[in-house]
Antibody, heavy 122, light 107 residues
Framework: EVQLVQSGAEVKKPGESLKISCKGS????????IGWVRQMPGKGLEWMGIIHAGDSETTYSPSFQGQVTISVERSTSTAYLQWSSLQASDTAIYYC???????????????WGQGTLVTVSS | DIQMAQSPSTLSASIGDRVTITCRAS??????LAWYQQKPGKAPELLIY???SLQSGVPSRFSGSGSGTEFTLTISSLQPDDFATYYCQHYNSFPWTFGQGTKVEIK
């Protein structure tokens, strides 16, 4: 069974750093992509970026380029989303999702993590 | 970036109603469109991919159609479990983008 299990909720102060995780299981982790999606309180879904778990090729949305870093650790089948300096506007739920591959081409998100709530408040 | 516009933003319907949600892309995305359902407090779930392919395990009352810039998600007979928010998303090119969502409410 494919599963993406995310790390728990975080409460941080503005200016602090943070790294949240997404652990894949039930499939060959390095053959797929992992994407990150933001959902601010009461709002819609925003695509942040995506990384190939095998070769770490990464693409960011222009809206998030330079604001976050996406990475993977293949030895533990885990993807990460990190911030160097959080702002109150980073308060949101962050989802990871698997980008499926069909005939060697990246397609839609087929499995999602349960979400990680990040709260940034002084 | 390709922009996705969904309509309506909110939809009130009764059990058994046929419901249609529209998604328009700002340029052609061929059939590279997915639909997701999100219930309160839960992660989104994939319903439809490649505009009209039903994800395994999704009830057949859900269907998708369209290509190019105009797409629709149809629920043939609305059930209590279908009250949720629905999002379209293109995956034609980076960056992928989502529509703003359509909330389906009980009438």
């Amino acid at each position: 069974e494919v599963q993406l299990v995310q790390s728990g909720a975080e409460v941080k102060k503005p200016g602090e750093s943070l790294k949240i995780s997404c652990k894949g299981s039930g499939y060959k982790f390095t053959s797929y992509w992992i994407g990150w999606v933001r959902q601010m309180p009461g709002k819609g879904l925003e695509w942040m970026g995506i990384i190939h778990a095998g070769d770490s090729e990464t693409t960011y949305s222009p809206s998030f380029q330079g604001q976050v870093t996406i990475s993977v650790e293949r030895s533990t089948s885990t993807a990460y989303l990190q911030w160097s300096s959080l702002q109150a506007s980073d308060t949101a739920i962050y989802y990871c999702a698997r980008g499926t591959i069909f005939r060697g081409v990246l397609h839609h998100f087929d499995y999602w993590g349960q979400g990680t709530l990040v709260t940034v408040s002084s | 970036d390709i922009q996705m516009a969904q309509s309506p933003s909110t939809l009130s319907a009764s059990i058994g109603d046929r419901v249609t949600i529209t998604c328009r892309a700002s340029q052609s995305i061929s059939s590279w469109l997915a639909w997701y359902q999100q219930k309160p407090g839960k992660a989104p779930e994939l319903l439809i991919y490649k505009a009209s392919s039903l994800q395994s395990g999704v009830p057949s009352r859900f269907s998708g159609s369209g290509s190019g810039t105009e797409f629709t998600l149809t629920i043939s007979s609305l059930q209590p479990d279908d009250f949720a928010t629905y999002y379209c998303q293109h995956y034609n090119s980076f960056p992928w983008t989502f529509g703003q969502g359509t909330k389906v409410e009980i009438k």
